[in-house]
Nanobody
Framework: QVQLVESGGGSVQAGGSLKLSCAASGYTPLMGWFRQAPGNQREGVAG???????SYADSVKGRFTIAKDSVKNTLYLQMNSLKPEDTAMYYCAAGRRLLRSGYLTSDWYDYWGQGTQVTVSS
């Protein structure tokens, strides 16, 4: 069992930046960020696995960057140029599968954090 603890959420004005962190209690080859706004389905934001490049949702490409520190078992999400539509609960997720694609598919993830709220005001 891997435990995930997110931090770094908060409130920011449109155009601002936030950096989310996710500390994992163990190593997993697949890690990602998902978000869910009230009334919406959970969606994949960014994911990173064992091969290839990280994956990003089209809505965040060029603004968000995912990074993983394998030594610290910590996942990050740098969010720049934030928009009100980025407002959501953000969840860190981790998976045991060795994947080279499909990082934004929630079915591949086995462990989930409690979430951290991001609120962007206009």
């Amino acid at each position: 069992q891997v435990q995930l603890v997110e931090s770094g959420g908060g409130s920011v004005q449109a155009g601002g930046s936030l950096k989310l962190s996710c500390a994992a209690s163990g190593y997993t080859p697949l890690m990602g960020w998902f978000r869910q706004a009230p009334g919406n389905q959970r969606e994949g934001v960014a994911g990173i696995g064992t091969g290839g490049n990280p994956s990003y949702a089209d809505s965040v490409k060029g603004r968000f960057t995912i990074a993983k520190d394998s030594v610290k078992n910590t996942l990050y999400l740098q969010m720049n140029s934030l928009k009100p539509e980025d407002t959501a609960m953000y969840y860190c997720a981790a998976g045991r599968r060795l994947l080279r694609s499909g990082y934004l598919t929630s079915d591949w993830y086995d462990y989930w954090g409690q979430g951290t709220q991001v609120t962007v005001s206009s």
